[in-house]
């Protein structure tokens, strides 16, 4: 049974560019929620997605956009980078009964210079 | 104020004692409380989860929630040189059901 998944593993951007990072959630699960974790810092709530939609969102600013598929696969979208969205992204997935059940992806580590 | 708050540590704690983290909220309304494990270099793992005042046993873990003190704890028992990681105390509020709020993190370090 794969668990969660992300790509690419590590990434490196410069200020002003934009960046995908793609999920794949565990199977049976059809809830995608994306975190942003900064170094020595715990993991912040960005948004999440359920039947296509973003449900919920956290205090980030509209630089970050999302999209899930079909197949519950999602993406995270941040233009315009900053070098403060350098950050360990985390993506969890959960099913719809129970959102509290999350499994955390392995991260994307972004640097932006 | 931070909406969940935590000792960052580091806890240094011998082999084979208890170790003690604890964790405080800001949400009077938050309904469910969670700890996660974090080894470095990888991502968070969820361990306990509470929703009701008192003790929540699992193995050598125990959860202790008491929500009008607004605070929640971790007892790792026995504890094991494998135990030394980040533990996440994370917060959910009843108003936005599906949002999880993560403190800062408390490193745990055991000593042989």
């Known amino acids: 049974d794969a668990g969660v998944t992300q790509s690419p593993t590590h990434l490196i951007k410069t200020r002003g560019q934009q960046v995908t990072l793609r999920c794949s959630p565990k199977?049976?699960?059809?809830?995608v929620s994306w975190y942003q974790q900064a170094l020595g810092q715990g993991p912040q709530f960005i948004f999440q997605?359920?039947?296509?939609?973003?449900?919920q969102r956290g205090n980030f600013p509209d630089r970050f956009s999302g999209h899930q598929f079909p197949n519950y696969s999602s993406e995270l979208n941040v233009n315009a980078l900053l070098l403060g969205d350098s950050a360990l992204y985390l993506c969890?997935?959960?099913?719809?009964?129970?959102?509290?059940?999350?499994?955390f992806g392995p991260g994307t580590r972004l640097t932006v210079t | 104020q931070k909406e969940v708050e935590q000792n960052s540590g580091p806890l240094s704690v011998p082999e084979g004692a208890i170790a003690s983290l604890n964790c405080t909220y800001s949400?009077?309304?938050?309904?469910?409380f969670f700890w996660y494990r974090q080894y470095s270099g990888k991502s968070p793992e969820l361990i306990m989860s509470i929703y009701s005042n008192g003790d929540k046993e699992d193995g050598r873990f125990t959860a202790q929630l008491n929500k009008a003190s607004q605070y929640v704890s971790l007892l790792i028992r026995d504890s094991q040189p494998s135990d030394s990681a980040t533990y996440l105390c994370?917060?959910?509020?009843?108003?936005?059901?599906?949002?999880?709020?993560f403190g800062s993190g408390t490193r745990l370090s055991i000593r042989p």
């Open positions: 994370a917060v959910a509020g009843y108003s936005s059901a599906s949002k999880i709020i």
């Open positions: 997605y359920y039947e296509e939609e973003e449900r």
């Open positions: 969890a997935s959960s099913p719809r009964t129970d959102f509290y059940e999350q499994y």
């Open positions: 949400d009077r309304g938050s309904q469910s």
């Open positions: 199977s049976g699960h059809d809830t």
